[in-house]
């Protein structure tokens, strides 16, 4: 039946001579969408069965033999975890060390190298690297930094900060921010060197030319092939007994974008399956760990008492008092109590789809509907996700769900908090920026990893112009007071008016200098090296709804964020990469005692926050513009090409409602389909690559966002990836 509908669909398709498809008429959708309606216990099992163990779904596995828990108090590092620490350690010495050398050769004196790099290894700085929410801005501006520390860019060497990356032990992320980390992990540890190498290739990783939610542009037959494979995969998970949400949706849509090369985009990679790769297995890359927050049952607060959980290619669980617990992620599905199977002979394998997991920690879909749930928009996007995805939630599809619950009837939460989340039988986890902390610090300012320095990449839009404002410092900042701030340091940081009133967030800074002056904290935090998102060589402040990038301003975003981590090629300050080396060096001088080189004390003069305050009133965050209803809008006509929702869907789904105008933005970038395949990151430039974008109001532009459905959602998720899904399940 299903195939029957989308043959209609088809052939109600109108071609130009050109070969593009014209927009349908209202009346011929209304059509297609009547018929489909006949058909709302819709189910694809007989076409995805097929899937089951090899794809998406997950599959019935045995136990481990030796019968052990697959869940473990949260008192320290996992065994496996110290284990490839070990493996690591090698590598990141002999990198630092050659990192450094580079760093300090202009240095008067450099004797404390002999002594970090001697035969004791306790001394080698350790190193973290936070990569920040934000959408496709976060992903391609936080790749633009990364790029800058890898030895593997070009120019990173001579311009950057090369080598950085291969010195680092750990690389966690969040939302927009995971997307970067988790592509380039489970791509085999592939650069952005590489990506840009490839980029004018139609399938080449983050070819987001086209929106993920229609992929095919004006061939709108591509786009229903698309979404009806995806539906197939989801169903199949269904099928196997599974429960599904959209983001298992959103899952599968994001991995065309990063996984293009595997089998349908790596519908059967999954989360552990990393731990088997050579590059990962052998120490040679650094250990990626993603972020999301808990919601408890029956909730909908997400704040700073969240619980906060991590993923790494090992476990998944957190180290918060109102969980302190992990379990293996390679066996998450199975039905457990107190880390035990409830059957011994049927353990689960394939739940920890990669896309999954790095789609849980970016579910956008969570505070559309806690904000909006009642919105006819949210009732359209749930009468037709579950006319054609069997069993989706309906109490709780704006978030990821992990049942049976891992941690159910766990033993290790701490006497003084709810048991709320191992009493249940699922566990709800949303997008990692929900509480605030669009930053992912807390894993890896963690005691038990012992880092001495963090580098926090933020490349959030907190501002009116939408760049950041450092609330995120200052959310993680506040947490160690909460009651969940149990284990935890961070350095001071200042308020967010201060941010940016004393320029903080216009180039890097740095927080928690003096360990001296941290001793009332739980224990002495590790350094952290603040990098925000800044203007160089081309707007890096792109809203967070913008759904697609074409070539040119994807290597424009790259290259900016190459330029906002080098202080512009070093061409803003010459002894930048000094400076960052006297930030990895200054926890192990001091706990030394050793003399710190001349250079160093100039450059924490300059980098450093001195504890100055300035709290008036910022005018820069007199109101998100990104949250408004025409951005949003706006962002739902250009992720769609244009196709009027209220045409897609007809006009009994839109209610009586009506708008004469609302907000487009838009770009005259263009993309180069012909650019050079060896294209460098770095660039002296100071100019522009992207025109402002201007304001436009018409009638049209109205109809084709249909802006008065969705005017109460002042939300900062992706609106048009809700809008889009609707329009296409409209279609399949």
């Known amino acids: 039946m299903c195939l029957q509908i989308l043959s209609r669909v088809r052939s109600e398709l109108k071609f130009t001579r050109a070969g593009k498809v014209t927009l349908l008429t209202q009346m011929q959708l209304r059509n297609i969408l009547q018929a489909s309606s006949l058909i709302s216990g819709l189910s694809l099992a007989a076409d995805s069965s097929s899937t089951t ?96 520390m890898d030895n593997r860019t070009d120019g990173a060497n001579e311009h950057g900060l090369g080598g950085l990356l291969q010195s680092s032990t750990y690389l966690s992320g969040l939302s927009g921010g995971n997307w970067l980390t988790g592509t380039l992990a489970w791509n085999n540890w592939t650069s952005v060197q590489e990506i840009v190498d490839h980029m004018s290739e139609s399938d080449s990783i983050w070819n987001i030319t086209k929106s993920i939610v229609n992929p095919g542009g004006s061939n709108l037959t591509y786009t229903i092939e698309r979404w009806e494979s995806i539906v ?26 990063f996984f293009p090369s595997l089998p349908d985009a790596g519908s059967a990679l999954t989360w552990s399956s990393l731990r088997d790769v050579d590059v990962f297995k052998n120490g040679e890359m650094p250990l990626p760990i993603t972020v999301a927050d808990g919601r408890y049952p029956g909730t909908t607060v997400i704040n700073l008492n969240a619980t906060l959980f991590e993923f790494t290619p090992f476990e998944m669980g957190s180290w918060d008092p109102s969980l302190n617990a992990f379990t293996d992620v390679k066996y998450l599905g199975t039905n457990v109590t107190n880390g035990k199977p409830v059957n011994k002979d049927q353990c689960v394998s394939g739940y920890d789809n990669a896309g999954f997991v790095i ?8 505070e559309f509907s806690l904000e909006a749930s009642t919105s006819t928009y949210y009732k359209m996007i749930n009468s037709f996700a579950n006319k054609y995805v069997n069993n989706l939630s309906q109490d709780d599809d704006d978030i990821a769900i992990y049942a049976p619950n891992p941690f159910k009837d766990t033993e290790f939460v701490d006497r003084n908090y709810t048991s709320s989340i191992v009493d249940a039988d699922d566990l709800f986890l949303v997008d990692g920026g929900e509480d605030g902390q669009n930053l992912p610090l807390v894993p890896l300012i963690k005691k038990e990893r ?18 950041p404002s450092g609330v995120c410092m200052t959310n993680t900042y506040e947490r160690q007071y909460s009651k969940q ?14 941010f940016l009133n004393l320029g903080l967030t216009n180039k890097p800074t740095f927080f928690g200098c003096d360990a001296k002056n941290l001793t009332d904290l739980e224990y002495i935090p590790p350094l952290v090296v603040y990098i925000p998102n800044t203007k160089h060589s081309f707007n890096g402040n792109q809203s967070t709804l913008k759904m697609n990038y074409n070539v040119t301003e994807r290597l424009g975003m790259i290259r900016n964020g190459f330029e906002a981590a080098t202080m ?20 192990k001088q001091e706990s030394l005692n050793a003399t710190l080189p001349p250079e160093c004390t100039k450059c924490f003069a300059d980098y450093c926050w001195n504890g100055t305050l300035s709290t008036s009133a910022n005018p820069e965050l007199s109101g998100n513009s990104t949250y408004q209803s025409g ?53 002296n430039s100071s100019s522009s690559s992207i025109s402002s974008s201007t304001a436009r109001s018409s009638s049209s532009t109205a109809n084709k966002a249909n802006a008065a459905a969705i005017s109460y959602a002042n939300t900062n998720t992706l609106m048009s990836l809700l809008g889009a899904i609707t329009a296409l399940f409209g279609l399949i």
């Open 53 to 148: 163990g090899d794809g998406y779904a997950p599959s019935i596995i045995p136990c481990p033999s030796d019968d052990t828990s697959l869940v473990r108090n949260a008192s320290g590092l996992s065994t496996a975890e110290t284990d490839w620490l070990k493996k690591r350690d090698a590598y990141t010495k002999e990198a630092l060390h050659s990192f450094l050398s580079r760093a300090t050769s202009n240095f008067s004196d450099t004797s404390l190298l002999s002594t970090l790099f001697s035969s004791n290894s306790s001394n080698v700085p350790k190193i973290g690297i936070a990569c920040s929410g934000g959408g496709y801005r976060a992903m391609l501006g936080g790749a633009g930094m990364i790029a800058a």
């Open 232 to 257: 197939q995969e989801v169903q199949a998970k269904s099928d196997a007994g599974f429960n599904i949400s959209l983001s298992d949706l959103w899952a599968r849509a994001l991995s065309y974008n």
């Open 359 to 366: 789609a849980t920690s970016a579910s956008l879909f969570n």
């Open 450 to 467: 012992d880092l001495d320095v963090v580098f926090a990449l933020d490349i959030s839009d907190d501002t009116d112009e939408s760049w």
């Open 485 to 498: 701030g149990k284990g935890m340091a961070f350095p001071y940081v200042p308020d967010v008016n201060t």
């Open 568 to 587: 512009g090629n070093f061409t803003d300050d010459s002894n930048f990469l000094g400076c960052i080396g006297c930030a990895i060096i200054r926890r």
């Open 631 to 683: 951005a949003i809008a706006s962002a739902i006509s250009e992720a769609t090409d244009g196709i009027p929702i209220t045409a897609l869907l007809g006009s009994s789904t839109s209610g009586n409602t009506t708008s004469n105008s609302t907000t487009s933005t838009s770009s005259n970038v263009t993309s180069n389909s012909n650019s050079s395949s060896n294209t460098t990151l770095n660039s």
